[in-house]
């Protein structure tokens, strides 16, 4: 997940500073230590959310959603 994270920025000419990365489980880590801003799911698992610079809700109270809101639109 971390180098498709860096394979998109480059492609769409973003900063990878200026990237968000929403997981739960330790699959995303790759992805957390590269992106701008890691965020972890509610009901995430701990060793991710020692990794995450941010915390939203689950995925049942829309995490992700809250999580576009909290950092703008695109």
Same mark, same amino acid.
């Given at each position: 997940?971390?180098e498709?994270? %860096?394979?998109?920025?480059?492609?769409?000419?973003?900063?990878?500073?200026d990237?968000?990365? &929403?997981?739960?489980?330790?699959?995303?880590?790759?992805?957390?230590?590269?992106?701008?801003?890691?965020?972890?799911?509610?009901?995430g698992m701990k060793?991710? %959310?020692?990794?995450?610079?941010?915390?939203?809700?689950?995925? %049942?109270k829309?995490?992700?959603?809250?999580? &576009?809101?909290?950092?703008?639109? &695109?």
């Amino acid at each position: 997940k971390g180098e498709a994270l %860096k394979f998109m920025a480059k492609k769409l000419n973003i900063d990878i500073k200026d990237t968000v990365h &929403i997981g739960d489980s330790m699959n995303d880590a790759p992805a957390f230590k590269v992106a701008g801003a890691g965020v972890v799911m509610e009901n995430g698992m701990k060793s991710l %959310k020692a990794m995450a610079t941010h915390t939203t809700t689950s995925q %049942k109270k829309c995490g992700v959603a809250n999580t &576009i809101k909290s950092f703008g639109t &695109i």
